[in-house]
C-alpha cells in the first residue's frame, strides 16, 4: 500500500506550480478593466520603455489619473473566511485536516486574494479509485485527470520591486531592485502515463519521475538613465506639443544578494512485484547556492517612442546582456541513499564562480485617440516567461467612462476585461472584471477589481 501513497503524494506535489499567468497584473481597476492594457503611459509602458521618461503623461486626457488607489474588497472577504487567529486550524492550510484539498490551497497562491473573485474557478472534486493487486496499482483520478500536465510546467517572472531616483535635464540617477525566478518541472512520459491511463497503471521495477529545473535570484541595481526627444513633430497647437521621436537608454550594474540553482529528478522505483516491497526513492539534484553577496553584473534597456497627434508607438526591451557573476558559489549534490533509507548532501565544490543570466523583457504598445473621450490601444508584453497580447479601449462621456478589453494570456487562452468608472473632482472610482485562468482548473474565473483614482 505504501506505492499507493508515494503515488497519490506524488500527484499532489504535480498539481503546484503549473503554468499561470500574473494572477493579478495591476492594481488598476482601470487597466484589468480594459484587459491590462495601458493607454495613458503608465503602468507596463513606463516600466518596459525608458523613452516614456522623457513623454508626458497626458494631462489632457481625462482618463489619465495621477494615481490609483486599490480597494482590497477580496482581501476583506479572505480575512472573513480565515481569520488569522485561526489559520492553524483552518483546513484551507491544515493538510491535517479531512477538508484539505491542496487543488484549492494552490489555487489561493496564484490568486492573492487582493481583489474579489465572481466566479472561482471550480476546484475538481471527486473519490479517487484505486485497483490493488499483488503485482497491480492503477489510479483513477476521475475529474482531476486534467490537471496533470502534458509539457513542462511551472511558473516564474521578472520584477522590478523598487525604481527609486533623482532626474534633471533627461537624466535619471537611481536604485532599481530586481527579482526574478523561474521553476519548471517536466513528468517522464512513464509517471503521465500511469497518472492518466485508468487500464495499464503503474508497473513492476519502473522508474516515476519529474525533472526539475529551478533558478531564483534577487538584488539591487544602481541605474543611470537618459531619454530625450530626438526629433519633434511638424503639427503645431496644445494637442501637438508631445509630437516627435523619444529615445531612452538605461545602464545598469546589478549587484545580487542571494541566488540558488538547481536541477535534478525526483520519483521513485516499484518493486517487482509492486508490492512485494518498498518502493526505492529517487532524487538527484544539483544545487547551487551563494555563499555571500554580491553577485555582479552590467547591463541595459533601450527603447524608443513615436507620437504624432493622436497616434503613438513604442518599442521597449529590459536587461539587455544582463549576466552576473557569482564569485563565490557552493555547489552541492543531494541523493536519496536507498541503503539508509535518507537523503545524503555532498558537497562538490566551494568558492568556485558560477553565472546566471537575467531574461530579456521587452513591450510593443501602440495606442490612439479617437475624438475628446475615445483610446484604443494595445500592447505585446514579455515579462520573462511568455507572451500576453491585451488590446483594450476607454470610452468617456461627462464623468462617466466605460472599458473594455481582450487578451491572450501566457498560457495562450484568450481572456474578456470590462468594467466602468465615475469621476467627481480629482477623485474617481473605478470598477473592472476580468476573466483569468491563473488556476489548476481548466476553466476560467472572473475578478472583479475596484480601485481609487486620484486625479
Not at 474588497?73 to 483546513?91: A, M, T, V
Request: hydrophobic share 40%; no cysteine.
Amino acid at each position: 500500500m505504501r506505492t499507493g501513497v508515494v503515488a497519490l503524494t506524488l500527484v499532489v506535489l504535480l498539481l503546484a506550480p503549473v503554468r499561470a499567468a500574473h494572477a493579478q497584473f495591476s492594481f488598476d481597476a482601470r487597466r484589468i478593466g480594459m484587459g491590462g492594457v495601458s493607454l495613458s503611459r503608465d503602468g507596463n509602458v513606463r516600466r518596459y520603455n525608458p523613452a516614456y521618461r522623457a513623454v508626458k503623461n497626458r494631462s489632457n486626457i481625462t482618463g489619465a489619473p495621477k494615481f490609483s488607489i486599490p480597494v482590497p474588497l477580496g482581501l476583506i472577504k479572505f480575512l472573513k473566511d480565515h481569520p488569522l487567529n485561526q489559520l492553524s486550524h483552518d483546513p484551507t492550510f491544515n493538510p491535517d485536516s479531512a477538508a484539505f484539498n491542496p487543488v484549492e490551497l494552490m489555487n489561493l497562491i496564484f490568486n492573492p486574494p487582493i481583489f474579489y473573485e465572481v466566479k472561482e474557478a471550480p476546484t475538481p472534486t471527486n473519490n479517487v479509485e484505486f485497483t490493488i493487486g499483488k503485482n497491480q496499482l492503477i489510479m483513477n483520478l476521475g475529474a482531476t485527470r486534467v490537471l496533470i500536465p502534458e509539457d513542462k510546467f511551472g511558473l516564474g517572472t521578472t520584477s522590478r520591486l523598487l525604481d527609486v531616483g533623482v532626474g534633471f535635464a533627461g537624466f535619471h540617477v537611481g536604485v532599481m531592485g530586481f527579482l526574478q525566478y523561474d521553476v519548471g518541472f517536466t513528468l517522464d512520459s512513464m509517471l503521465r502515463r500511469a497518472l492518466t491511463d485508468t487500464v495499464v497503471g503503474f508497473q513492476p521495477s519502473t522508474n516515476y519521475s519529474i525533472l526539475g529545473d529551478g533558478v531564483a535570484q534577487a538584488g539591487f541595481a544602481p541605474t543611470v538613465s537618459f531619454a530625450t526627444r530626438v526629433m519633434r513633430g511638424t503639427g503645431g497647437g496644445t494637442d501637438n506639443a508631445d509630437d516627435g521621436v523619444y529615445v531612452g537608454v538605461a545602464g545598469h550594474y546589478y549587484m545580487g544578494g542571494t541566488y540558488a540553482r538547481g536541477r535534478g529528478p525526483a520519483g521513485f522505483t516499484t518493486g517487482n512485484p509492486i508490492f512485494g516491497s518498498t518502493p526505492l526513492g529517487i532524487l538527484d539534484d544539483t544545487v547551487y547556492t551563494s555563499n555571500k553577496p554580491f553577485g555582479h553584473g552590467v547591463g541595459g534597456d533601450a527603447g524608443i517612442a513615436w507620437i504624432t497627434g493622436p497616434f503613438e508607438v513604442g518599442v521597449g526591451a529590459n536587461d539587455i546582456g544582463a549576466e552576473l557573476t557569482w564569485s563565490d558559489t557552493k555547489v552541492q549534490r543531494i541523493r536519496y541513499n536507498p541503503a539508509t533509507d535518507s537523503i545524503t548532501t555532498t558537497l562538490l565544490n566551494d568558492h568556485v564562480q558560477t553565472k546566471t543570466k537575467l531574461p530579456i523583457t521587452y513591450i510593443a504598445n501602440a495606442a490612439m485617440r479617437m475624438g475628446t473621450g475615445t483610446t484604443v490601444g494595445g500592447d505585446v508584453v514579455n515579462a520573462g516567461r511568455g507572451t500576453a497580447i491585451h488590446v483594450g479601449v476607454e470610452q468617456w462621456t461627462g464623468p462617466f467612462a466605460l472599458r473594455g478589453g481582450i487578451g491572450r494570456d501566457q498560457r495562450k487562452r484568450v481572456q474578456f476585461g470590462w468594467g466602468g468608472g465615475l469621476r467627481l473632482g480629482p477623485f474617481g472610482l473605478d470598477v473592472g472584471f476580468w476573466t483569468h485562468s491563473n488556476s489548476l482548473s481548466p476553466q476560467r474565473a472572473i475578478t472583479m477589481a475596484t480601485s481609487i483614482s486620484v486625479y
